[in-house]
């Protein structure tokens, strides 16, 4: 694993992939867009207004995979140090916070016409809420201390502790009676979906994947190259502790 | 446990030879508490229909008020290695000085709830749940509340980060303290969202001090 | 033909609430990438610039 800790190798590594993921996130949404505004059929109880599924539950679903990747990458970088950890955690989670705002707002945009509410206080949406508000709170903590790495461990440690609310966002409509629909895809017993709809689903979810990665990669790129960028000023100020190391 | 014991009792020592903290709580909550019949209004109906998320959200911020203190004074005078090093495991640490938060400030705020309860014109039927409620919801915000002390320890703007922070994980709490007694106020029972409070407060003791812990080992590092 | 077209953006009579919200998906994501490149633009012009600033002793 720590093959991969070199700054420079993982810096020639994200370049070369960067545009094949590019390529493959434009075609992936344009394809998924295609699907879901154009060639899959309306639904017969909500008309119309399913094709705002197409963009809830992919963003839903990179919320949570999104703070998953965190809280692992939390747990590699407090457990075995590794260096890039850190950084990715702290480049997700914005992409995680906006995803998940993405979800909470087009969920409002579909409610209202279907529940004839913007918001409810059921368990579901209540701990969507909640996890926006982990985001915001790990991307502030990670950058709250002069010491990028005090920062970094904080938040790993926040990630990990606000990781119980993944399951219970996923299992809250079992648990509880809620007005948010129960689990219709990833179920056992499979999807009950009809599969016209299940296609512009998953291109999207899919698009939307390799659109975090590849945000991912620019922004651990950046990370990376601030860090250096740091040690280059150090190395003015104090050649000789530089020259040291 | 004499360990333990002395620990509490220096916390306890400590913060009433200070003066501030339990009766700034108490105050605060006195004070945020009686602004909404102000803001709101006096009409009875009205104060008796939220007293119940008034008296918890008020509670919920002025468990916020002393938590940056909590580990602060150590670790700007240096010592909180030296709590690393006593013969108590840091979990035990941060157990007995969470105790000693929560004497200082939950423990207040659920005894004075009540009259604040009579002063909003809260259902009587909800009084002994709003007790019962508080009494299993403010230590595990005191817990919960340690972990986010430990982890803005040094932060820039270490106060407002720590808001940030413990509010969201303060929301089950708030959730099912509100849902106990508005349960009572309407007749029905309040015990089930008082199991789960319980059942927060059960998972909270073992699991916040572990985290903070690990957060405090970071803080020193 | 225009028809097709104004019926296809009336959605069924929930365009109001279809269009936001794929506008707003558009907008944040848009957003994410663009800011995300600039930083990582502004980042190498810096590093470069500080490089540029002393003889180069090693990389």
Not at chain 1, 24 to 49: H, I, K, N, R
Not at chain 1, 143 to 165: H, K, Q, T
Not at chain 3, 17 to 23: D, K, T
Request: aromatic content about 10%; charged content about 10%; glycine content about 8%.
């Amino acid at each position: 694993m720590h093959r991969f800790a070199n700054p420079a190798r993982f810096q020639r590594i994200a370049t070369a992939v960067l545009l094949w993921l590019a390529a493959a996130t434009a075609v992936l949404l344009a394809l998924g867009l295609f699907f879901a505004l154009f060639d899959s059929p309306a639904d017969y109880q909500q008309g119309e207004s399913v094709r705002i599924m197409y963009i809830h539950v992919p963003a839903a679903w990179m919320a949570l995979f999104v703070y998953s990747c965190i809280a692992a990458a939390s747990a590699v970088a407090l457990i075995w140090r590794h260096p890039l950890a850190d950084i990715a955690a702290r480049a997700a989670s914005p992409i995680g916070a906006g995803f998940t705002f993405i979800a909470l707002a087009s969920g409002s945009l579909w409610g209202k016409p279907m529940w004839g509410t913007w918001w409810v206080w059921d368990a579901r949406l209540t701990s969507m809420l909640i996890l926006f508000f982990l985001y915001l709170g790990h991307i502030a903590l990670s950058r709250a201390f002069d010491d990028p790495v005090r920062g970094a461990r904080a938040a790993a440690i926040l990630a990990l502790a606000g990781f119980i609310n993944v399951p219970i966002i996923k299992f809250s409509v079992d648990w509880w009676n809620t007005l948010h629909q129960p689990a219709s895809i990833l179920r056992l017993g499979g999807p009950s979906i009809d599969p016209s709809m299940l296609l512009p689903l998953f291109l999207m979810a899919l698009g939307f994947t390799t659109f975090f990665v590849v945000v991912l990669l620019l922004r651990m790129k950046t990370e990376l190259l601030a860090a250096k960028l740091r040690a280059v000023q150090l190395a003015r100020l104090h050649p000789a502790a530089a020259a040291g190391r | 446990m004499s360990g333990f014991l002395a620990l509490v009792r220096r916390d306890l020592q400590l913060a009433v030879r200070q003066g501030g903290d339990a009766a700034l709580v108490i105050v605060f909550y006195l004070l945020a508490v009686l602004l909404f019949p102000f803001g709101v209004g006096p009409e009875p109906n009205v104060l008796a229909r939220i007293s119940t998320g008034v008296l918890w959200v008020t509670a919920l911020l002025a468990a916020l008020l002393s938590l940056d203190r909590l580990f602060v004074a150590e670790y700007e005078d240096g010592s909180l290695d030296q709590l690393t090093l006593l013969p108590m495991p840091l979990v035990m640490v941060v157990l007995a000085k969470t105790a000693a938060h929560w004497l200082l400030t939950g423990l207040p705020l659920t005894l004075i709830a009540p009259a604040l309860a009579v002063i909003l014109g809260m259902d009587a039927a909800g009084y002994p749940a709003l007790v019962l409620a508080l009494v299993l919801g403010t230590p595990t915000l005191s817990l919960i509340g340690g972990l986010g002390a430990a982890l803005t320890l040094g932060a820039r703007r270490a106060g407002a980060l720590l808001a940030l922070l413990v509010l969201p994980l303060y929301i089950p709490v708030l959730i099912f303290g509100v849902a106990a007694v508005d349960a009572a106020t309407a007749g029905l029972a309040p015990a089930p969202h008082l199991a789960i409070l319980g059942a927060l407060l059960l998972a909270a003791i073992p699991l916040c001090p572990w985290a903070t812990a690990a957060a405090l080992r970071q803080a020193l590092e | 033909m225009s028809d097709g077209l104004s019926s296809f953006f009336a959605m069924g009579g929930y365009a109001r609430f279809i269009w936001p919200a794929y506008a707003l998906a558009a907008l944040v994501l848009i957003g994410l990438l663009v800011v995300s490149l600039r930083q990582l633009r502004r980042t190498e012009a810096d590093l470069a610039a500080q490089r540029g600033k002393r003889p180069e002793t090693r990389p």
